[in-house]
C-alpha cells in the first residue's frame, strides 16, 4: 500500500521548507526509520523534559495560527484547557482537508505521516490528552492506510502507546475516515461526525470544543499542518520560529496555488514574505502565454475574490509608529493574515485559486455555488435554503435564463445568510456570491440581461 | 420555605430598553417572552433541547461596555451602557447574564425574520387551502406577521414526498417539513423511541422512518401537536375540522390517574379533538395517543338520551323516573347496596355518600382499576379519581361482599353509579334476582339492560366538577358539549334523589356542592372552585387517604 | 485500507447480514476497540468495513450494524444518507468519481468526465445526489463514473480518484488508456 512516488520540484528562492523538508529530500519515504535517520522524534524527546506549561507558552510564543482557515492562534486555543480539571481530553486532528484550492495535507498524510505523528504526541503531552483521534477524509484511503501504519510502527518503538519513552505518560492515537462531506471540516461537525452522529455543526455558545468538545469534553481541534508545526516550533524554538513570519503570524505557510498560473503547486513560504504578485510571477511562473490576469480567491474558496486592477485603501503602520493610509495594488498585497484581512479577504487555508481573462465570472461563481448546494448540511435555514437558491440562480443565468433582478436577488440571499447560520459555512457560502458580484458587477448584469 | 432550598440570584436584563430581572439560568427567549416582547420561533420548545437550526429567533444582543478595570461604564442615566454585538444571536440557546441587552424589534431583527421567512418559504408547498394546520400554522402566522409579503423565487421548488402512512395515527408531508427537528427529538428525548430522523443532506434533507419501521408510539401524536407547520397531521382529525371553528375547553383527562390536562376542541357540541394542556405538575405539554383518542363514545348515537322505568312507557320525564327510582331505593331497608365509580367526580361521590346515608346503607364500594402503566403518563390506576374515592370513604373494598350478596339475595336493591355491574363480579343472571337495579350510565351495557330505572347521565366532557389525581392534586373538569337528550349532570340527579328519599334542602350549583364538599373534608378546607384553578393544587393527604 | 472492492452479483438478491463471517465479526470487534468512550463513535468505521467487504450497506447492514451498536436503524440509515461516499446499492467494480470542482472545471473536469462516461458507455448527463443511491453504473457492472467535489489535488488539476488511486492532470486523450488499466 504504498502511493504513487512524488517528487517534489527544488526550492524556490524564496521558500523555507520546514514542514516539507524531508519530503523535499531524495528518496525520502514514509517509513519510521527514514524519519528517525532526519531527525525525528528528537522533538518529542525534547518535549517529554519539558513541563507542558512550557510547551504551551513556547507555542504561544511562536504566534502559530491555525492552518485549517480560520486562522486562531494555536497556543490561545491549547491554553483553554485546564491541565488538572480531572476531565478526559481529546486531541482530534483535522484532516479532512476539503476546502476548494487548498491541497497541502494531502501531501503531509500521504508522504510523512511521522511528522504529523510526532507532533501530535507532543500536543497530546502539553495539553494532558491520552487519546487523540486523526481524522482523514475517505478521499485519501491510501493515506488513511498509511497514517495507520505509521501509528503502529511508532508504537512498536515506544513513541506511541503506554508509558511513552519511559517518561510514564500514554497516548492513544486512531485514525478516523470520514466519508465525502466537506462540512466536516468544521471543527464542531467534526466532532458529531466523530461521534457517530450527521454532522450537524454544533451552536457556540456553548459547545466551545475547549469546553464541550468531543463526548462532552475539553477537546483540541487542528488542522494537519499546524499541528506539524508544533514540532518544528520545539526543534527551532519560538524565538526563531516566529521570526520567520509577521507579528501575528509565526512560521511558515504552505501557499496552494491552483488554476491559471504556468507552475501550480504548494510553496512553503515564511509567513508574509511574498506578495500576491511575487507568489503568481516569480513563484509559480505567471500566466500561460497570452493571458492577462483577472481575479485570485487567496485563501480557500470561501475567502472572497480579488480583482486584479483593484486598488486597496489600508492603514499600515508609518516610519514613526503611527497608522496612516496606504493605497495598494492587488498585486502588491502581502500573503499574510493581516494583509488580506485588511483588503476584506483572508488568508484562510492558503488555497489561492487565480483566474485569467478567459474565465467568465458568472461561470466560477456558479461552480462554488454548486459547491456549497451539495455540501450544506442541512441543519440550519438560511445556509440549507439559501445556498441551493443561489446555485439554482446562477445555473439558470448560464442556461440563458437570466433576468434583470438576478444580480439583486443574489446579493440580497447571500446577505440573508451570512452571519445568520449555525456555523461560518453560512459565511463560507455567502461570501463568494458577494464578492464576486461586487467586484465584476458588469459581468453579472451582462449575463442576467442576456437572452 | 425550606431552609435548604439554595436561592437564584437575579439577573439585570435590558429588554428592548427596559431593565428587568431573570432568575439566573433564564433563556433568553423566555426573558423576552416574560416582558411581553413575542420572539416568534419554529425549533425551540420549551420542552426540548435547543439545536438553534431555524434561526427565526435571531435577536440583537449586547453585554455592558467594560471600563479597563472591568466596571461597567455607566450611561447618562445611571445605568450601565451596553456595546451591542454586530451579528444577531439565536435567543433559544442564549443564557442571559448580568447587564445583558436585547433589541427584539429593531431593523436588523426585522430583516433576519425576513430572511429567514423567505427561505422557509421557498419550497414550501402552496396547499395551504387543504392543510390541516391552516388556522394553526406557524408558517402563515409569521410570514404574515413577519414576511415579506411577496414572492421572487422563479426556480423550481426541491420535491420531496407527500402524505406517507408513517405510523398508525400519523401522515407525513415532507414537503410542508420546516426541518425544525422538533419531531425527532421529542422522540427522542420524552418518548425514548429513536424512530424519526432526517435522511439525505442540504436542502433534500427529508424527515422520515426507517423503512418498515413506524412511528407507532403510544405518544406519536404529540408530534402533531408540536409540529410547527402541516408536516405531521393526526389521522383521527385529518380533514375533520377547520380549526378556527373549534371551540377550546380546558378539563383534564380522565382516562388514568394522572389526570393529564388537556383541551377539548368542539363544534356545535361535537368533540373533534383532544390536544394537550400543559401542566408541569403533571403531564408537561404532553399526553398518551390512546387517551386523546378516547373521545368517540361521547359524540356516539347509541348513547342514553332518556330515562326509563321498567314497566312504564318510554320515555318518561325525570320527576316521575326520580320518584320510581326513591320509590325502589327505599322498599329494601337493610337489603340496599351501592356501586359508585372511581370515574365520578368528588361532587357525585360526596353526594353518593349522602345518598347511601339517607338510605340508611352501609354497603358501597367503588371498581378498582389496577393495570399496568407505562412509567410514564398512564398511571398503574386506570381510574382518574381514586384519591377522591378514597379521601370521601366511598372505597371500602366491599366490592366482593356486595357481588356475594346480590348472589345469594341478601341484596335485594342495588344503585349503580356509572360502572358495569358485571365488571365487579356480579353475573349478568344474578342482576336478574335483584328486586330493584337503580343505574346512571351514558351508554347500554349489561347493567342498563336489566336496570329497573335508568338514569341517563353525562359523560365527563359534559360536566363540571373536581378529581384528585394519584398524586394527590385536585383538578377540574369543565363542559366542553352538553349532554344528548334528556341526560343530565350525575350530581343533580343524585341531588334529587336524595331528595326525593326524604333527604336534604336543595342544592341549586355545582359551586355550592364543593362548598359543601369542602366544609365537611379536611384535606380541602379552605378551597372553592376558584382556587382550584386551571392547574389544579396538591392537596397534604394523609398518607392513610 | 482496502477500497471499494467488486459488488457481489449476488448482493442484490441476499441480505448481505446472512453473509458475516466470524472473521468478519473479529474485525468488527477490533475496530469498536478504537472507541473506548462510545461505540456510537465506531458507526462510519463499520459503515467503511461493511461497504468495502460487501460493495454496498444494504438494509440488512444497516440493521445489523445498529444492532452492534446498540443503535436504532435510523441512527445508521441517517448516516448512509449524508454521506455520498456510503451507497445503499451495487455499484461498479470500478468506480471513477471525477473532481467537479473550481480549479479540476477550470483544467477541463466537465469534458474529462464526459469522456470517461463514453469510455465506459454511460449516459454523460445522467444526474446523481448521492443519498444512498449507486451512482451512474455500466450494463456490464464494470463502471461508475460520478462528479465529486473538490478531492483536494487542485494544484495537478484535473483529477480523478479511480478505486483508491489518485489520477492526476487527466487529459481527454489519456482516458482510454486509463480505463483500460481497469478493464
Not at chain 1, 383 to 397: A, D, V
Amino acid at each position: 500500500m504504498t502511493a504513487q512516488p512524488f517528487v517534489m520540484p527544488p526550492p524556490h528562492p524564496k521558500e523555507r521548507r520546514i514542514i516539507f523538508e524531508n519530503i523535499s529530500q531524495p528518496g525520502y519515504d514514509p517509513s519510521i526509520d527514514t524519519f528517525i535517520k532526519h531527525g525525528g522524534y528528537e522533538s518529542l524527546k525534547k518535549a517529554l523534559t519539558m513541563k507542558p506549561v512550557e510547551i504551551i507558552d513556547a507555542v504561544k510564543a511562536s504566534n502559530l495560527r491555525g492552518r485549517g482557515g480560520a486562522g486562531f492562534p494555536c497556543g490561545v486555543k491549547w491554553s483553554f484547557i485546564k491541565h488538572d480539571d480531572g476531565k478526559p481530553h481529546y486531541i482530534v486532528v483535522n484532516g479532512d482537508e476539503s476546502e476548494p484550492g487548498t491541497f497541502k495535507d494531502r501531501y503531509i498524510l500521504h508522504y510523512d505521516p511521522h511528522q504529523l505523528i510526532e507532533g501530535l504526541v507532543i500536543s497530546a503531552y502539553a495539553t494532558n490528552t491520552h487519546l487523540s483521534y486523526i481524522y482523514i477524509r475517505c478521499e485519501f484511503p491510501e493515506a488513511a492506510g498509511i497514517v495507520w501504519n505509521a501509528i503502529e510502527e511508532a508504537k512498536a518503538r515506544g513513541f506511541v502507546g503506554k508509558n511513552i519513552l519511559g517518561s510514564g505518560f500514554d497516548c492513544d492515537i486512531y485514525v478516523h475516515q470520514g466519508a465525502g462531506a466537506y462540512i466536516c471540516g468544521e471543527e464542531t461537525s467534526l466532532l458529531e461526525s466523530l461521534e457517530g452522529k450527521r454532522p450537524y455543526p454544533r451552536i457556540k455558545p456553548p459547545y466551545f470544543p475547549a469546553v464541550l468538545g468531543l463526548y462532552m469534553k475539553p477537546t483540541i481541534v487542528n488542522n494537519v499542518e499546524t499541528i506539524c508545526h508544533v514540532k518544528h516550533i520545539l526543534r527551532l524554538g519560538p524565538e526563531e520560529y516566529a521570526k520567520m513570519g509577521t507579528p501575528g503570524d509565526g512560521g511558515t505557510r504552505t501557499m496552494c496555488v491552483s488554476g491559471d498560473v504556468v507552475k501550480p503547486g504548494f510553496y512553503e513560504l515564511p509567513a508574509g514574505a511574498v506578495t500576491l504578485g511575487e507568489l503568481i510571477f516569480d513563484i509559480c511562473g505567471g500566466l500561460k502565454p497570452g493571458r492577462k490576469l483577472k481575479a485570485v480567491i487567496p485563501g480557500g474558496s470561501s475567502a472572497k475574490v480579488l480583482r486584479a486592477e483593484e486598488i486597496f485603501k489600508v492603514k499600515v503602520k508609518g516610519a514613526d509608529g503611527q497608522m496612516v493610509d496606504k493605497e495598494i495594488k492587488m498585486l502588491d498585497v502581502v500573503m499574510d493574515a493581516a494583509t488580506l484581512g485588511s483588503v476584506g479577504s483572508m488568508i484562510g487555508s492558503a488555497g489561492v485559486i487565480v483566474m485569467d481573462d478567459t474565465r467568465e465570472m458568472v461561470w466560477a461563481l456558479n461552480n462554488l455555488n454548486q459547491f456549497y448546494a451539495h455540501e450544506s448540511c442541512g441543519q440550519c435555514t438560511p445556509c440549507r435554503e439559501g445556498s441551493l437558491w443561489m446555485s439554482k440562480i446562477t445555473t439558470r443565468m448560464l442556461d440563458g435564463g437570466g433576468q434583470g433582478a438576478d444580480p439583486k436577488t443574489l446579493q440580497n440571499v447571500a446577505d440573508n445568510i451570512a452571519g445568520r447560520t449555525v456555523c461560518a459555512f453560512g459565511e463560507a457560502c455567502a461570501w463568494p456570491t458577494q464578492s464576486f458580484l461586487a467586484k465584476f458587477p458588469e459581468e453579472f448584469e451582462a449575463v442576467a440581461a442576456e437572452k | 420555605m425550606s431552609a435548604t432550598a439554595t436561592e437564584v440570584p437575579m439577573l439585570h436584563v435590558q429588554v428592548d430598553g427596559e431593565w428587568k430581572q431573570f432568575p439566573k439560568g433564564t433563556r433568553l427567549i423566555e426573558a423576552c417572552m416574560k416582558s411581553g416582547q413575542f420572539v416568534p420561533h419554529y425549533c425551540y420548545h420549551p420542552k426540548l433541547s435547543s439545536p438553534g437550526n431555524c434561526r427565526m429567533c435571531l435577536v440583537e444582543m449586547g453585554m455592558p461596555k467594560m471600563t479597563p478595570d472591568r466596571k461597567p461604564v455607566l450611561g447618562e442615566d445611571g445605568k450601565p451602557e451596553i456595546g451591542w454585538s454586530p451579528r444577531p444571536v439565536i435567543s433559544c440557546a442564549t443564557e442571559i447574564s448580568e447587564g445583558m441587552g436585547v433589541r427584539t424589534s429593531s431593523p436588523l431583527v426585522e430583516e433576519c425574520r425576513k430572511g429567514v421567512m423567505e427561505f422557509l418559504l421557498i419550497n414550501h408547498p402552496l396547499d395551504c387551502p387543504i392543510c390541516d394546520q391552516a388556522g394553526e400554522c406557524r408558517l402563515q402566522e409569521f410570514s404574515v406577521e413577519y414576511g415579506k409579503g411577496e414572492s421572487r423565487f422563479v426556480e423550481e421548488k426541491v420535491k420531496k414526498p407527500k402524505r406517507q402512512d408513517i405510523g398508525p395515527r400519523i401522515v407525513l408531508d415532507d414537503e410542508r417539513c420546516i426541518m425544525c427537528s422538533r419531531c425527532i427529538r421529542f422522540m427522542q428525548e420524552v418518548a425514548k423511541d429513536d424512530v424519526l430522523g432526517f435522511v439525505n443532506r442540504g436542502s433534500h434533507t427529508t424527515l422520515t422512518v426507517y423503512p418498515g419501521k413506524s412511528l407507532d408510539s403510544n405518544y406519536s401524536l404529540n408530534t402533531v401537536d408540536i409540529c410547527p407547520v402541516g408536516a405531521l397531521t393526526s389521522k383521527d382529525f385529518r380533514f375533520s375540522m377547520r380549526v378556527w371553528f373549534l371551540r377550546e375547553t380546558k378539563t383534564i383527562d380522565v382516562n388514568c390517574g394522572t389526570g393529564a390536562n388537556i383541551l377539548i376542541g368542539s363544534r356545535e357540541n361535537v368533540i373533534h379533538r383532544i390536544t394537550p394542556r400543559e401542566n408541569d405538575f403533571v403531564n408537561s405539554c404532553w399526553i398518551p395517543d390512546n387517551h386523546r383518542l378516547n373521545f368517540h363514545y361521547v359524540n356516539s348515537a347509541e348513547r342514553l338520551k332518556d330515562p326509563a322505568v321498567r314497566g312504564e312507557e318510554s320515555p318518561v320525564k325525570w320527576p316521575r323516573a326520580i320518584q320510581a327510582a326513591a320509590d325502589q331505593l327505599r322498599k329494601n331497608p337493610g337489603a340496599t347496596a351501592l356501586i359508585a365509580s372511581a370515574r365520578l367526580t368528588n361532587e357525585e361521590l360526596f353526594l353518593a355518600k349522602r345518598l347511601a346515608s339517607a338510605l340508611g346503607s352501609e354497603l358501597f364500594d367503588v371498581l378498582p382499576r389496577p393495570q399496568k402503566g407505562d412509567g410514564f403518563l398512564i398511571s398503574q390506576d386506570g381510574n382518574p379519581n381514586t384519591s377522591g374515592a378514597k379521601l370521601l370513604g366511598l372505597a371500602t373494598g366491599r366490592l366482593a361482599e356486595i357481588a356475594a350478596g346480590v348472589s345469594t339475595g341478601k341484596i335485594k336493591t342495588l344503585l349503580v353509579l356509572g360502572e358495569e355491574a358485571t365488571d365487579c363480579g356480579i353475573s349478568a343472571a344474578d342482576l336478574e334476582k335483584l328486586d330493584s337495579l337503580v343505574v346512571t350510565g351514558i351508554l347500554p351495557d349489561q347493567t342498563t339492560a336489566r336496570a329497573t330505572v335508568l338514569l341517563p347521565a353525562a359523560s365527563w366532557a359534559e360536566k363540571r366538577g373536581t378529581m384528585i389525581n394519584i398524586k394527590g392534586r385536585i383538578q377540574r373538569l369543565n363542559r366542553a358539549v352538553s349532554s344528548p337528550g334528556q341526560a343530565r349532570d350525575d350530581w343533580e340527579i343524585l341531588r334529587d334523589l336524595i331528595q326525593a328519599v326524604g333527604g336534604s334542602n336543595g342544592i341549586y350549583t355545582i359551586e355550592e356542592v364543593f362548598k359543601q364538599l369542602a366544609a365537611e373534608t379536611p384535606a380541602l378546607a379552605g378551597l372553592s372552585l376558584g382556587k382550584i384553578g386551571d392547574l389544579g393544587v396538591d392537596l397534604k393527604m394523609t398518607k392513610s387517604e | 485500507m482496502t477500497a471499494t472492492t467488486a459488488a457481489d452479483p449476488k448482493a442484490a438478491t441476499t441480505r448481505q447480514a446472512d453473509q458475516v463471517t466470524p472473521e468478519f465479526e473479529a474485525a468488527i470487534d477490533e475496530i469498536v476497540t478504537h472507541y473506548p468512550v462510545s461505540k456510537r463513535s465506531a458507526s462510519l468505521p463499520l459503515l467503511h468495513y461493511w461497504q468495502n467487504t460487501f460493495g454496498s450497506v444494504d438494509d440488512s447492514g444497516i440493521e445489523w450494524i445498529a444492532a452492534r451498536l446498540e443503535l436504532q436503524p435510523i441512527n445508521i440509515y441517517e448516516l448512509v444518507t449524508f454521506y455520498p461516499w456510503f451507497r445503499r446499492e451495487a455499484a461498479g467494480k470500478t468506480i471513477i468519481r471525477v473532481c467537479r470542482t473550481l480549479a479540476c472545471a477550470m483544467a477541463g473536469s466537465y469534458e474529462v468526465k464526459e469522456k470517461f462516461c463514453s469510455a465506459v458507455g454511460l449516459d454523460p448527463l445522467a444526474e446523481h445526489h448521492g443519498f444512498g443511491e449507486a451512482p451512474p453504473t455500466s450494463a456490464d457492472g464494470k463502471f461508475s463514473v460520478e462528479f465529486v467535489e473538490c478531492l483536494a489535488s487542485c494544484g495537478s488539476a484535473p483529477v480523478a480518484l479511480i478505486n483508491n488511486t489518485l489520477h492526476e492532470k487527466i487529459t481527454p486523450e489519456s482516458i482510454p488508456g486509463i480505463v483500460g488499466q481497469y478493464q
